[in-house]
């Protein structure tokens, strides 16, 4: 039988990330979504679960890898995100955030530490580091790992994964469009995330503008049609985080289109 060595260096972070929440001995009994809501600690990913309705797929056979933000991760992000993600009409954008922090297969921390990267459910890729005693995955610290469940894995994080956009996908837009949404986002995705909502859409409802005012060989039909939209819906809402995604919804929506 061929033996699985971790170096020295592995093995001492493995061991430290072991240490942290606390969960029930029975845990291995109950699937990854029971044992997060018997945790105590997950009352905010639980809600965005059953909001996503991914609540049956997550109690499936899987098995699955789950990075499992905690109720103060959540309460990190700017003021209204939550609430945000969780109305009906943003329910593309919560399942494309929560499907950032599974992956196919159980990954226990033995094997995570030696991983650069991960592909998500969402085909997105997590960065995977080791820096200063602990495990990052893009810039959430791991802190506590191998919560065994009965069809996977639970490693806890200290911050939301926030997947990077659209725009990296192959069949994304090209040209002008793409630059110009490509710009927005890097400009208005750290505001927001440093908790500068406000900042954020008003860069993204700018360019919003400035893609409807391009000829139409840049932006088709469809694409002006979800820009619209989005236009229309922030009109009648003032809450810049709402507004802030509804317009990274529609950009993440165009940078999907096959040219």
Not at 84 to 111: C, F, M, R, W
Not at 227 to 234: F, G, K, S, W, Y
Not at 237 to 249: E, M
Request: hydrophobic share 45%; net charge negative; with cysteine.
């Amino acid at each position: 039988m061929k033996k699985t060595f971790l170096s020295l260096p592995a093995a001492a972070l493995t061991l430290a990330l072991s240490a942290g929440l606390s969960f029930a001995d029975d845990h291995k009994k109950q699937d990854i979504v029971d044992t997060a809501v018997a945790a105590g600690s997950f009352k905010t990913l639980a809600a965005a679960l059953q909001a996503a309705d991914l609540v049956d797929a997550l109690k499936g056979d899987g098995p699955f890898t789950v990075f499992a933000p905690t109720d103060e991760a959540f309460a990190n992000l700017p003021e209204g995100t939550v609430e945000s993600l969780l109305k009906p009409e943003n329910k593309d954008q919560l399942v494309n955030i929560l499907t950032y922090h599974v992956v196919s297969g159980k990954v226990p921390a033995k094997v995570a530490v030696t991983l650069d990267e991960a592909t998500a459910l969402n085909k997105k890729v997590i960065s995977v580091t080791k820096k200063d005693g602990g495990l990052f995955l893009n810039e959430s610290k791991v802190v506590k790992t191998d919560i065994m469940c009965s069809n996977g894995v639970i490693h806890v994080i200290d911050a939301v994964l926030l997947p990077p956009a659209e725009g990296e996908a192959s069949s994304a837009p090209s040209g002008p469009a793409r630059e110009l949404v490509e710009m927005a986002i890097a400009k208005g995705a750290p505001l927001y995330n440093h908790g500068n909502p406000e900042a954020c859409a008003a860069i993204y409802e700018v360019t919003a503008h400035a893609l409807m005012a391009m000829p139409e060989e840049m932006v088709t039909a469809r694409d002006r049609e979800m820009l619209n939209r989005a236009i229309a819906a922030v009109s009648h809402s003032h809450c810049k985080a709402t507004n802030a995604w509804t317009f990274r919804s529609a950009f993440d929506g165009m940078m999907m289109t096959s040219r």
